[in-house]
């Protein structure tokens, strides 16, 4: 049973940083694609990071440069550092995986006031 559980969600001024971590278990987070997406209110859950089994990485364009995915092997854990925070970076962020099916987590909220 694929488990993705997320925090590291906060109330942060705009400027600021943040980072969120997803803990897998049930699968390991080496081995397939993991990504990073987030939900503001009113509006469509939107693509942020992904990383492949291979280290790529790619991001959406309202993030490059601010925001970085990474994972630790070790800790079966994917993270989104987020630095620079604004307000319209204001969210839920859910981890996801794509095995036979999508797998989220519960999601973290993510604050940043102006």
């Known amino acids: 049973q694929v488990q993705l559980v997320e925090s590291g969600g906060g109330l942060v001024q705009a400027g600021g940083s943040l980072r969120l971590s997803c803990v897998a278990s049930?699968?390991?987070?080496?081995?397939?694609?993991m990504g990073w997406y987030r939900q503001a209110p009113g509006k469509q859950r939107e693509f942020i990071a992904v990383i492949s089994s291979g280290g790529v990485t790619n991001y959406a364009d309202s993030v490059k440069g601010r925001f970085t995915i990474s994972r630790d092997n070790a800790k079966n854990t994917v993270y989104l550092q987020m630095n620079s925070l604004k307000p319209e970076d204001t969210a839920v962020y859910y981890c996801?995986?794509?095995?036979?099916?999508?797998?989220w987590g519960q999601g973290t909220q993510v604050t940043v006031s102006s």
């Open positions: 996801n995986v794509n095995i036979f099916r999508a797998y």
């Open positions: 049930g699968m390991g987070v080496s081995l397939t694609t």
